[in-house]
């Protein structure tokens, strides 16, 4: 119940590319659904979130889809480049209590 | 102007000694927390402060004992390190207990041998 899944484990594209990252929860209670992006030797840093009240939020490139019926949500990156090339964690939390983090997914862009 | 800081950056040590890192925000957050970060960069809660009270205790070993002398401070004391402890420990804060965004510290290396 307090698991998040994320997929895929690795995502290789080229320039310009529009990768996806997936995740899906089963607690039904979690209300807050952020992405942290987190590059070599660096702490994790928030990327975008979204509530469960809309079903898209886009900040410049990046874009979170959600799916409240089907408890699962994704990210996509338009337009990819090399310094987007990092690792990319989902998270899921009721407001109130700990943010429980995806497996997360390293992202390569090649030029 | 670093938001949150954790010393130190790195830190090789012996199986069986004790070690303490410490972090600091300035950005007058209410709440700190100690995360644990293993070789596969899976990223897991150990412990949260709200205003220097303990909010969130995982079932982390007892060697592990957090700190908070203030809410800008939160301290990880670790007894009698293990091979297993080895990871990376990251400080975060938030502005409380109910704000989802997490600002995370540069993170502390820890290798024990």
């Known amino acids: 119940q307090q698991q998040v899944k994320q997929s895929p484990q690795s995502l290789i594209v080229q320039k310009g590319g529009i990768p996806i990252i997936n995740c899906a929860y089963e607690?039904?209670?979690?209300?807050?659904f952020p992405w942290y992006q987190q590059f070599p030797g660096k702490g994790p840093a928030l990327l975008i979130a979204i509530r469960p009240d809309v079903s898209e939020k886009k900040e410049g490139r990046f874009t979170i889809s959600f799916n409240k019926s089907a408890k699962q949500f994704s990210l996509h990156i338009m337009d990819s480049q090399p310094g987007d090339s990092a690792t990319y964690f989902c998270a899921a939390s009721k407001l109130t209590d700990k943010l429980i983090f995806g497996t997360g997914t390293r992202l390569q862009v090649f030029p | 102007d670093t938001a949150v800081s954790q010393t130190p950056k790195y830190l090789v040590t012996q199986m069986g000694n004790d070690k303490s890192i410490k972090c600091e925000q300035n950005l007058g957050h209410d709440t700190m927390y100690w995360y644990k970060q293993d070789s596969k960069k899976f990223l897991k809660i150990m412990f949260s402060?709200?205003?220097?009270?303990?909010?969130i205790n995982e079932t982390v070993p007892n060697r592990f004992s957090p700190k908070s002398p203030d809410k800008a401070h939160l301290n990880l004391h670790i007894n009698s390190l293990e091979l297993g402890d080895s990871a990376v420990y990251f400080c975060?804060?938030?502005?409380?207990?109910?704000?989802?965004?997490?600002?995370f510290g540069p993170g502390t290396r820890l290798l024990v041998l």
């Open positions: 607690n039904t209670a979690f209300d807050y």
């Open positions: 975060a804060s938030s502005q409380s207990a109910t704000t989802g965004t997490r600002d």
């Open positions: 402060y709200n205003n220097k009270e303990l909010i």
